[in-house]
């Protein structure tokens, strides 16, 4: 019965749709923040290529 109520309970319904979105959202903001140190490499090393570099 206790399982019944859960399923049906919005408050639950919505708190495990606010975990997942949580969880979706970390990802990525991980996601962003590799992409960006890959970005900074890649910028670093066309200025190292251009001949900026020491």
């Known amino acids: 019965m206790i399982r019944e109520q859960q399923k ?3 408050v639950t319904t919505i708190g495990q749709e606010l ?4 969880i979706s959202n970390i ?3 991980a996601l962003i923040q590799t992409m960006g140190e890959q970005l ?4 670093l090393e ?9």
């Open 46 to 54: 066309l200025i190292q290529l251009k001949g900026g570099g020491i």
């Open 8 to 10: 049906t309970d919005p």
């Open 19 to 22: 975990s997942t979105l949580k």
């Open 27 to 29: 990802q990525k903001d």
């Open 40 to 43: 900074a490499q890649v910028k």
